[in-house]
């Protein structure tokens, strides 16, 4: 796959799609007449959350989408693939440009680099291929730009034209995006045997807060994407320390300090530095939106309170041992502690000094709370919440 750097791909992202595509497993059994209106209503529902979540926020979204409102896709698990390579292209490009000009100074370099484009492509692939099952929507911060006329509905005839089709690029980061993954929503409202019409629109109540966050706080996607850009500008790409690294992970427990995902096992000292930063506005995110959520929630869909607890339930629950070993080392675990840790936070500063007081929060980077703050709502409210 020749890219607009001219080939310095470190994965072959069509091979990538197509390993995912081929892994994906089959989404619940639908008929088209059902499929049709799981989309439109999953349509219907993201704009109701849209005015829901500003009112109870009180943040104003920036609208940009031809129709008055950011871009809403409603996708496939083969969507949801396409649409996050275009996005991982986007945010991992200095890092392919640092290691092509390491490949350019070795000899035999251009070589291996076609064979190790080749390997990583299968495996993230595989990765995306299980993800693709378990993600009900996300907003996708770093999508690549792509004309509005390119992610609607097309082929009407085939099953895939009920569901929008994002593009692969190009490369040039575009307005964000949401994503809602239309047959995970029914696969895990069917599993959970909650009302579908309140499930739906709760989980539309989740994303859309992410939707809010970086339309209505201008600096905010910049800031996040400069953050991990930095990261991975920080990368230590030497083989042999991340073959080490790796030998870490794949040791008994006993003969290595506990680790909780891959991503630290190739850290730098700056780059955790950098990690705190990012896990503590990614706590504040997530926590955020399930406050949002839980909050709106009982004024608009009547069973949120059968359907948080049988969510968390699922949550806890996990699945089987392959499962929670890739959960641990992919940091969905970690995820799940964000969205626990953050809405702590959130919940802690608002009984202190009401909505209006946290939305201080989205003033400037300096202005995010710390790592240890997310912990500690009390020491924000006094750095920061109860300035004029």
């Given at each position: 796959?020749?890219?607009?750097?001219g080939?310095?791909?470190?994965?072959?992202?069509?091979?990538?799609?197509?390993?995912a595509?081929?892994?994906?497993?089959?989404?619940?059994?639908?008929?088209?007449?059902?499929?049709?209106?799981?989309?439109a209503?999953?349509?219907?529902?993201?704009?109701?959350?849209?005015?829901?979540?500003?009112?109870?926020?009180?943040?104003?979204?920036?609208?940009?989408?031809?129709?008055?409102?950011?871009?809403?896709?409603?996708?496939?698990?083969?969507?949801?693939?396409?649409?996050?390579?275009?996005?991982?292209?986007?945010?991992?490009?200095?890092?392919?440009?640092?290691?092509?000009?390491r490949?350019?100074?070795?000899?035999?370099?251009?070589?291996?680099?076609?064979?190790?484009?080749?390997?990583?492509?299968?495996?993230?692939?595989?990765?995306?291929?299980l993800?693709?099952?378990?993600v009900?929507?996300?907003?996708?911060?770093?999508?690549?730009?792509?004309?509005?006329?390119?992610?609607?509905?097309?082929?009407?005839?085939?099953?895939?034209?009920l569901?929008d089709?994002?593009?692969?690029g190009?490369?040039?980061?575009?307005?964000?995006?949401?994503?809602?993954?239309?047959?995970?929503?029914?696969?895990?409202?069917?599993?959970?045997a909650?009302?579908?019409?309140?499930?739906?629109?709760?989980?539309?109540?989740?994303?859309?807060?992410?939707?809010?966050?970086?339309?209505?706080?201008?600096?905010?996607?910049?800031?996040?994407?400069?953050?991990?850009?930095?990261?991975?500008?920080?990368?230590?790409?030497?083989?042999t320390?991340?073959?080490?690294?790796?030998?870490?992970?794949l040791?008994?427990?006993?003969?290595?300090?506990?680790?909780?995902?891959?991503?630290?096992?190739?850290?730098?000292?700056?780059?955790?530095?950098?990690?705190?930063?990012l896990?503590?506005?990614?706590?504040?995110?997530?926590?955020?939106?399930?406050?949002?959520?839980?909050?709106?929630?009982?004024?608009?869909?009547?069973?949120?309170?059968?359907?948080?607890?049988?969510?968390?339930?699922?949550?806890?629950?996990?699945?089987?041992?392959?499962?929670?070993?890739?959960?641990?080392?992919?940091?969905?675990?970690?995820?799940?502690?964000?969205?626990?840790?953050?809405?702590?936070?959130?919940?802690?500063?608002?009984?202190?000094?009401?909505?209006?007081?946290?939305?201080?929060?989205?003033?400037?980077?300096?202005?995010?709370?710390?790592?240890?703050?997310?912990?500690?709502?009390?020491?924000?409210?006094?750095?920061?919440?109860?300035?004029?």
């Amino acid at each position: 796959m020749t890219s607009a750097s001219g080939g310095a791909d470190m994965v072959d992202w069509n091979l990538a799609v197509a390993t995912a595509t081929r892994l994906v497993r089959p989404g619940p059994q639908v008929s088209r007449d059902e499929a049709r209106k799981v989309v439109a209503e999953l349509r219907e529902h993201a704009r109701t959350a849209e005015g829901a979540v500003r009112e109870f926020t009180r943040m104003r979204s920036t609208s940009l989408g031809a129709d008055g409102a950011a871009p809403v896709l409603v996708v496939d698990r083969p969507g949801w693939v396409r649409a996050n390579v275009a996005g991982f292209r986007t945010v991992i490009r200095p890092l392919e440009q640092k290691l092509s000009a390491r490949r350019a100074a070795t000899p035999g370099g251009a070589v291996l680099s076609a064979v190790g484009e080749k390997i990583t492509g299968v495996e993230v692939g595989a990765v995306l291929a299980l993800l693709s099952g378990k993600v009900l929507g996300q907003y996708e911060t770093f999508a690549a730009a792509e004309p509005a006329e390119r992610a609607v509905p097309h082929t009407p005839d085939s099953p895939a034209g009920l569901f929008d089709q994002p593009r692969l690029g190009p490369d040039q980061p575009g307005p964000g995006r949401l994503l809602l993954v239309a047959p995970n929503i029914v696969q895990v409202e069917r599993e959970l045997a909650v009302d579908p019409h309140d499930f739906r629109l709760w989980v539309c109540l989740h994303e859309e807060t992410h939707r809010t966050q970086f339309t209505a706080v201008p600096w905010l996607r910049d800031h996040v994407q400069a953050e991990v850009q930095s990261f991975l500008a920080e990368t230590d790409v030497e083989p042999t320390a991340l073959l080490e690294r790796l030998r870490e992970v794949l040791s008994p427990a006993g003969d290595r300090p506990q680790r909780d995902t891959l991503l630290e096992v190739v850290q730098t000292p700056a780059q955790r530095e950098i990690l705190n930063r990012l896990t503590a506005v990614m706590s504040l995110l997530e926590g955020h939106a399930d406050v949002v959520m839980d909050g709106v929630g009982p004024s608009v869909v009547p069973s949120v309170g059968e359907i948080r607890e049988k969510f968390q339930r699922r949550r806890d629950k996990g699945a089987g041992r392959l499962d929670l070993l890739l959960r641990r080392l992919l940091g969905m675990d970690a995820k799940l502690r964000q969205y626990q840790d953050g809405a702590v936070f959130v919940r802690g500063v608002v009984d202190r000094i009401g909505m209006d007081g946290f939305n201080r929060v989205w003033t400037s980077p300096n202005t995010l709370p710390t790592k240890d703050e997310i912990h500690n709502p009390a020491a924000w409210v006094a750095r920061v919440g109860r300035q004029s």
